[in-house]
């Protein structure tokens, strides 16, 4: 609440983690090759099984990483832009993605254009690299976000302010994948949060809905939810009147991820002891401060894993939007080798892609592993 | 005192589906008067005090808090609440948040008082407690007996007229039970309105000005702490008491 309280969990955590740090280095820090030696006995050749395991470990790492590494850096072709160079080095052929990395990476966006995706994500990744501090989160992150979305919407829209305008139609690559994914998971974490309320609320009516929309969404598969927003919705609208394509995907994923993401909450209201409501039921505590202050803060630290599961998965997810045709990272990364000559080098192009993903979804989870540590700090018993 | 009780429970009956917990319970409090609940486990003592803020609801019955009748008006709920504060056998501190954090939680958000003021109140009350210097500390950092009182300061920065206690000793390793009663034996002696249920019979004879015996959810016998121990009248209190101070 004041600046004093606040620094105190990290004060903690260093105090507590140092002598872990202190124990976990020691054996590391034995000096020239009898170290080595002791710490290759004690962990690979401990027992008769550890020493089989160890040896058929070794077999399968010489059968595979040399050819990996003889295709992948060895013979490879970086550059040049011809895909003949490839066929001949036999190699991988990164010149692939030297060439269509653009594509790859902003789609069906104007060519001359490709600027204004580029600043608009680098605007988007700071915001989102604040908004992972735990120091910034008050009103002001808020204020923060409406400007980074006016700056970015306009960046990508355009249309005014000297931007040529380019409709969402041609947005594609990785800034749709990031778009779809942030929102989705910004806007579906509160919808999570009130649908894992109203589920353990003790109005029957507001109980019903939320269990009858958690389970009719878990029952559906992804594809089927996009489906229905992309064919079926615009059936009911009234003639004339028609929502975008790229709205309505993300509408869909986050009313998806927000059930998932509620049975997660759920848990962790579930896991907080009746004394804590009680207590501050005592207090005079309205029923939103309650679960403001003193429920909701303890049960999503609680579930900080779980969620960060489902966000990751909402990450990957959204590539199914390849099938009502919105050009997300991996649909570009398919289309890029619709050009006759590169065809055969499809590993290249979905192992960018991949990397692309990993190294999203890999930030998360080390994150998360941070922010609870770094929550988990002070309540430590 | 009795004539002017600040809770009176009129008749207050209470089920748990099929199993009648309170049976007619009559019982008045005046105005700084210390009343002792004790009693056989599954007796419905702590039920009583739980009824008295809402904790629990009761089905049948009246209950009065200071004028306002308790019913399943928002309005009359948290009007007692305002008045009445509670201390749990298991301390229910806020473990995420700091001690002076846990102390300050109410009054900023339900009564709207200014940080600084919060503050202050909240290190007073800590002080009278004698931990003031654990304020920036986590409950889990804390002996039980120092959570416990903190508890106490919690519920005594609201500025309550009436002070619940529900076992607030039990939780406790037997080293620790004597801080806790002391900060309780002196908020008796500052003339706070207090209903305790405890089986501590030291603490009883020393504050209470009534003790209340309770079996099955009926309350069996009331009377001043000297009769009480000295004579009791019922059967099933002497049983009750010869099994509770006779180790």
């Given amino acids: ?74 013979k490879a072709t970086w550059t040049g832009g011809d895909p003949k160079l490839c066929r001949e080095a036999g ?21 001359d254009q490709h600027w204004r995706p580029l600043v608009a994500m680098a605007i988007f990744l700071s915001a989102i690299a604040a908004s992972c501090d735990p120091r ?102 009234p003639e004339g009147l028609t929502i975008d394509k790229l709205l309505r995907a993300q509408v869909g994923i986050i009313l998806f991820t927000a059930a998932y993401l509620a049975e997660a909450v759920r848990g962790g209201l579930a896991a907080i002891p009746k004394g804590q409501y009680e207590a501050a039921d005592a207090m005079g505590l309205g ?54 000559p590169w065809r055969p080098f499809y590993v290249e192009s979905y192992v960018f892609a991949g990397l692309v993903y990993f190294g999203f979804c890999f930030f998360m989870s080390r994150y998360s592993q941070y922010l609870e540590r770094r929550l988990n700090a002070g309540t430590r018993r | 005192m009795a004539n002017d009780p600040v809770i009176l429970l009129d008749k207050v009956n209470k089920w ?94 339900v009564k709207k008082t200014p940080l600084k003021q919060a503050q202050e109140t909240a290190m007073r009350y800590l002080e009278r407690v004698k931990i003031p210097e654990q304020a920036h500390k986590y409950p889990g950092q804390l002996s039980g007996g120092q959570q416990q009182r903190v508890a106490i300061a919690r519920a005594l920065c609201l500025k309550p007229d009436i002070m619940l206690f529900d076992e607030p000793t039990s939780a406790l390793d037997p080293e620790m039970i004597k801080e806790v009663l002391d900060v309780m034996v002196e908020l008796a002696g500052e003339g706070m309105t207090m209903v305790c249920v405890t089986h501590e019979m030291g603490f009883a004879r020393t504050v209470a000005d009534s003790m209340v015996f309770m079996a099955e959810g009926v309350i069996v016998e009331k009377a001043p702490p000297k009769e009480f121990f000295a004579a009791p009248k019922s059967e099933r209190t002497r049983q009750f008491l010869s099994q509770i101070i006779g180790h």
Avoid at chain 1, 98 to 105: A, D, G, V
């Fill in chain 1, 91 to 111: 190699g991988a052929c990164w010149a692939l993605i030297e060439t269509k990395h653009r594509f790859i990476l902003f789609g069906l966006y104007p060519h």
């Fill in chain 1, 136 to 237: 910034f989160w008050n009103w002001r992150l808020a204020g923060i976000w409406a400007v980074v979305l006016a700056v970015g919407g306009w960046l990508m829209w355009g249309g005014f302010l000297g931007l040529a305008y380019v409709e969402n139609a041609r947005w594609g690559g990785l800034p749709l994948t990031l778009i779809l994914a942030t929102l989705g998971i910004v806007l579906a974490f509160p919808l999570s949060i009130l649908l894992a309320l109203g589920r353990r609320s003790d109005l029957p009516a507001i109980r019903a809905v939320c269990v009858g929309y958690i389970e009719i969404v878990r029952g559906v598969p992804l594809v089927s939810v996009l489906f229905m927003a992309s064919i079926m919705f615009p059936l009911f609208l």
């Fill in chain 2, 16 to 109: 748990y589906g099929e199993f009648h917990v309170l049976k007619d319970i009559d019982l008045a409090v005046g105005k700084g008067e210390k009343v002792v609940i004790c009693g056989p486990s599954g007796s419905g003592k702590s039920t009583v005090i739980r009824c008295i803020n809402r904790l629990e609801e009761h089905q049948r019955g009246r209950i009065v808090v200071d004028g306002v009748e308790l019913t399943s008006d928002i309005r009359s709920i948290d009007a007692i609440r305002r008045k009445v504060g509670m201390v749990f056998q298991s301390f229910n501190l806020f473990p995420h948040l700091t001690v002076i954090e846990n102390l300050t939680l109410a009054p900023l958000w």
């Fill in chain 1, 287 to 340: 029923y939103w401060q309650k679960m403001g202050l003193v429920i909701l803060p303890q049960a999503l630290r609680l579930v900080i894993p779980p969620i960060v599961n489902q966000f990751i998965s909402c990450f990957k997810d959204t590539s199914l939007v390849i099938i009502i045709g919105l050009y997300d990272l991996l649909t570009t990364a398919k289309t890029a080798l619709t050009d006759p």
């Fill in chain 1, 1 to 74: 609440m004041s600046a004093p309280i606040e620094q105190s969990p990290g004060e903690i955590a260093a105090h507590v983690e140092e002598p872990m740090r202190a124990t976990l280095a020691a054996p590391r820090r034995g000096r020239g090759a009898a170290a080595l030696l002791g710490w290759t006995r004690r962990n690979l050749f401990s027992s008769v099984p550890n020493t089989i395991l160890t040896l058929v470990a070794l077999a399968l790492l010489v059968w595979f990483l040399p050819p990996l590494i003889n295709w992948a850096l060895v």
